[in-house]
């Protein structure tokens, strides 16, 4: 099972970016798929998670309304799109799987993650 995140980069404050995380999971159309991100010296915390097919998404209260969950099980990618970006969303940005938790300690599989940097 591999995870691959793309898309993070340097944005200016009220921008957007779009990440993706491509899974090569067999089983993907039934596996949920979480967004997590890591600042420096701070933890790792919930972004948001997605089910199986879409239908249930769930999101931190930082970042619900700016951000949106989605999937395209065709292409075996989640994609995580980002609004009105502030400096405080600066962090590398991981997904994780399976699973829609809310603690980091709960998923088995990781990727590598992608830096958002987002200045002022």
């Known amino acids: 099972v591999q995870l691959e995140e793309s898309g993070g980069g340097l944005v200016q404050a009220g921008g957007s970016l779009r990440l993706s995380c491509l899974a090569s999971?067999?089983?993907?159309?039934?596996?949920?798929v979480a967004w997590f991100r890591q600042a420096p010296g701070k933890e790792r915390e919930f972004v948001a998670s997605i089910s199986y097919n879409g239908d249930n998404t769930y999101y931190a209260d930082s970042v619900r309304g700016r951000y949106t969950i989605s999937r395209g099980n065709a292409k075996n990618t989640v994609y995580l799109q980002m609004n009105n970006l502030k400096p405080e969303d600066t962090a590398v940005y991981y997904c994780?799987?399976?699973?829609?938790?809310?603690?980091?300690?709960?998923?088995?599989?990781w990727g590598q993650g992608t830096q958002v940097t987002v200045s002022s």
């Open positions: 999971i067999h089983s993907f159309a039934s596996t949920a």
């Open positions: 994780a799987a399976p699973g829609l938790d809310r603690d980091p300690r709960r998923y088995r599989y």
